[in-house]
C-alpha cells in the first residue's frame, strides 16, 4: 500500500509538473492575445493594437499602450490593461472576465483606474449580457480624446442587455480642462470647470442622460440628452446632448478676444451635440 501511494504521489506531481510546463511554455499566448484583440475589435467597431503584451498570472492577459482607432475619429491611446478569466465562473456556465484599464505612472496604487466585471453568454457566444464597475481618478486627457485636456473620472456602472436593457451610470468628473475648439470664424477658448456630474438610465435600448450640470471659474452648465447604444460597433451609438452653458467675465473676456462676441457675462448659451459618438458634431 505504501508501495503504491508513492507511485501515484510520484505521478501526480509529474502530472502536475506537465501542467505547469504546458501553461507556461508551450500554450499558444500570442494567438490567443492577438484573437481577444480582434474580437474586441469586432465588438467595438475600434482598431485595437497593443505595443507590449506579457501574461498575467493566473489566467489573464496583460496590454501595454493600447491604440484604438475607427474610422473619422482620432486615436485614443490607454496606459495599461488588463484581462482576467474567472474560473469559478466557468463552473456556473456563464464565464464571466475582470479588466481593469489604467491612466498614469508610477505605483500602481496612485494611477486611475477603470475596473469591470463583464458576464458573457457563453463560449459559443461570447457576447456581453452584463457589465458592472467603477472608476476612480482615471484622466481622460491621457486618452488623446479631441477637445479633452485633462478630467478625473469617477463613477460606477451597471448595465445588462436583456430584455428590458436596464442600466445605471454615475459620473463625476473634476479638474476638467476642455482645449480650445474653432466653431466657424470664431474660437471658443479654453475651458475649465472644477467638476462635472452626470446620470444615465437606461432601458428598452435608450438611454436618457437624466442630469447633467458642472460649475468652475469659467462658468456653470447643465443639460440633457440620450443616448442610442450600440454594441456592434459601439463607436455607432447615437448622440443627442443639449447643454446650456451661462461663462463668467473672465471667460467672457478670453472668448471676446477669440473672436467669440456672444460669449457675455451671465449670457447662457446652448451647446448641441449630435451624431455617431465616434464623430460627433457641434453646434451653437
Do not use: H
Amino acid at each position: 500500500m505504501r508501495t503504491r501511494f508513492k507511485t501515484g504521489l510520484i505521478w501526480a506531481l509529474y502530472a502536475g509538473l506537465m501542467v505547469v510546463v504546458f501553461v507556461l511554455l508551450t500554450f499558444p499566448y500570442e494567438q490567443l492575445q492577438a484573437r481577444v484583440l480582434a474580437e474586441l475589435s469586432r465588438t467595438s467597431g475600434w482598431t485595437i493594437a497593443a505595443e507590449q503584451w506579457a501574461l498575467a498570472w493566473p489566467l489573464g492577459l496583460e496590454w501595454r499602450d493600447v491604440n484604438l482607432t475607427a474610422p473619422g475619429s482620432s486615436r485614443v491611446r490607454v496606459d495599461r490593461v488588463k484581462l482576467s478569466l474567472l474560473p469559478i465562473s466557468v463552473l456556473q456556465g456563464r464565464p464571466s472576465v475582470t479588466a481593469r484599464v489604467e491612466s498614469g505612472e508610477g505605483p500602481e496604487g496612485g494611477r486611475g483606474y477603470v475596473t469591470g466585471r463583464g458576464t458573457l453568454r457563453g463560449w459559443s457566444r461570447p457576447v456581453l449580457v452584463r457589465l458592472t464597475g467603477t472608476a476612480e481618478r482615471f484622466d481622460v486627457g491621457r486618452l488623446g480624446l479631441p477637445g479633452m485636456k485633462r478630467g478625473l473620472l469617477k463613477g460606477e456602472f451597471d448595465q445588462r442587455w436583456n430584455e428590458s436593457g436596464e442600466g445605471q451610470w454615475q459620473m463625476e468628473f473634476t479638474d476638467v480642462q476642455l482645449e480650445s475648439v474653432p466653431v466657424g470664424p470664431s474660437i471658443v477658448p479654453l475651458v475649465r470647470f472644477s467638476s462635472l456630474k452626470g446620470r444615465v438610465q437606461c432601458r428598452e435600448g435608450l438611454c436618457r442622460i437624466e442630469s447633467f450640470s458642472g460649475a468652475g471659474p469659467d462658468g456653470t452648465l447643465s443639460g440633457s440628452g440620450t443616448l442610442g447604444p450600440r454594441r456592434n460597433p459601439a463607436v455607432q451609438s447615437e448622440l443627442a446632448l443639449s447643454v446650456t452653458v451661462t461663462v463668467s467675465p473672465e471667460f467672457a473676456q478670453r472668448a471676446s478676444a477669440n473672436g467669440m462676441a456672444l460669449a457675455s457675462p451671465g449670457l447662457s448659451l446652448t451647446v448641441n451635440l449630435r451624431g455617431p459618438v465616434s464623430n460627433l458634431q457641434l453646434a451653437l
